[in-house]
């Protein structure tokens, strides 16, 4: 059984200072994904960022810290806060899947490049099987240490590139739908 891990899909990532973003069409994929998951009644573990920074508009006390309308917790479904970029760290998200007895997660959420990479990457390291829907997922433009500018679609396909094989398996959101409505063999 593999639950389907929800990461900061906040109002407050709509905000401009974060720049240029890519794949528009992330959210209304994860609202397929969910809508097929609590359909089938699977788990469904969301996750907030309540940051700590000051400037940061994913504040606990700010509008931006709620959720996305397409990826609102129902009541039943659990929810985890962070305040570091892993799901893992800080949370009882581990034990929680460990004591319902939950190996494998399909990952969907914002940003690729910081919280869905590293949670994703310890997910993997802890010993969970991973898949990583790569249009369920985006990230933003990103300026270099030398100062070149990354585009949003260039971040989010290396960090997918550096993730898939070794991390998870990168699927797209009917890849996912196909296996989880194919009949049993």
């Not at 969910?34 to 469904?44: I, N, S």
């Not at 690729?112 to 249009?135: I, P, Q, W, Y």
């Amino acid at each position: 059984m593999a639950a389907l891990l929800v990461i900061d899909v906040q109002k407050g990532l709509d905000e401009p200072v974060w720049g240029q973003r890519n794949n528009p069409g992330a959210e209304a994929n994860m609202a397929r994904l969910l809508a097929e998951w609590r359909c089938r009644e699977l788990p469904v573990i969301h996750v907030r960022h309540c940051s700590v920074n000051p400037s940061s508009p994913l504040r606990p006390e700010l509008p931006g810290n709620a959720y996305k309308p397409e990826a609102q917790p129902l009541p039943g479904e659990i929810e985890f806060t962070k305040t570091v970029n892993s799901a893992f760290i800080g949370t009882g998200l581990e034990d929680y899947l460990r004591s319902h007895h939950i190996a494998a997660l399909v990952v969907v959420g914002l940003t690729t490049d910081h919280c869905v990479s590293t949670s994703v990457r310890m997910a993997a390291n802890l010993g969970f099987e991973v898949a990583l829907v790569a249009d369920a997922t985006a990230t933003f433009e990103r300026r270099g240490h030398d100062g070149t500018l990354y585009s949003a679609d260039d971040m989010h396909a290396i960090n997918l590139a550096s993730l898939n094989g070794e991390f998870c398996t990168v699927r797209s959101t009917q890849q996912v739908i196909d296996a989880i409505t194919a009949p049993a063999a």
